[in-house]
């Protein structure tokens, strides 16, 4: 079966026929994803989502552009929510000084102690970064004694040298519809780089659907689109690519149940 490990069904474009967006998946061949949340309010709703279909689990996070407003009182929300059976990882965090730079201080304050918390949760993290790889990289290391459960770095784009960094430090490597895009000659290298044992694969619906979908509402049932290219950017065979995903989800997040 097919894995998609970073989705958000949470929505407006996904949860209001959610039914059909599962029924979709698993006509795909979608057996496991991950529902992503950003802050308590959605991790909240991907929880409640989680518990009424099989095969779906969530994440609860704070995302580094929801930390602005971001307490005390919402990590603690974040707390009671990983403890649920289907939390298979605290997530969505990390850094993005794409569209706002002013909060970089509180960002790194955030995603430094969702690592620890993800450590004595026994949890794996998901991590999100963009424009910031080389402070998100230094924040990983000095933490790294907090990561005991490894984390994967989703919807990669960062370079192969870092990947190498990313690699000893216990995580894996997601990638997403950016991957069969004409100008992700980066991503491609290092889908070729990675050994096989620490790839994944992602959506991150409803954004960036992959060819031949690009332009629409990206959605789990499009994860064989990605799987397909990684095969064929890598030379194996589908099924060798889809069995090896759906061993390191296993291998990754611990409270799946196979």
Not at 65 to 79: F, G, N, P, S
Not at 142 to 156: P, Q, R, S
Request: glycine share 6%.
């Amino acid at each position: 079966m097919f894995v998609d490990t970073h989705c958000h069904l949470d929505d407006e474009k996904l949860k209001n026929d959610l039914d059909t967006v599962v029924k979709e998946f698993r006509a795909a061949n979608v057996g496991i994803v991950i529902n992503i949340g950003c802050d308590a309010a959605t991790s909240e709703l991907v929880k409640r989502q989680a518990e009424k279909y099989d095969g779906m689990y969530f994440a609860a996070g704070i995302h580094p552009m929801d930390v602005k407003d971001a307490t005390d009182c919402d990590l603690e929300k974040i707390v009671e929510l990983a403890k649920h059976d289907k939390c298979v990882a605290v997530g969505e965090i990390g850094l993005d000084y794409y569209w706002d730079k002013t909060f970089k201080d509180k960002q790194k304050e955030y995603f430094a102690k969702q690592i620890a918390l993800a450590n004595e949760l026994k949890l794996p993290i998901n991590v999100h970064v963009r424009d910031a790889m080389g402070d998100a990289v230094e924040i990983i290391k000095a933490n790294k004694d907090k990561l005991t459960y490894g984390g994967v770095m989703h919807c990669y784009s960062g370079s192969v040298e870092t990947a190498k960094e990313l690699l000893k430090l216990g995580f894996y490597i997601s990638f997403g519809g950016t991957l069969t895009f004409k100008n992700a000659r980066a991503a491609v290298e290092v889908a070729k780089f990675l050994p096989i044992d620490r790839i994944l694969t992602e959506t991150d619906s409803p954004y960036l659907a992959p060819e031949p979908k690009r332009g629409t509402v990206n959605a789990p049932k499009n994860i064989p689109f990605i799987s397909a290219r990684l095969a064929e950017i890598r030379g194996e065979t589908l099924e060798t690519v889809e069995r090896a995903v759906y061993e390191n989800t296993l291998a990754l997040f611990k409270k799946i149940r196979a």
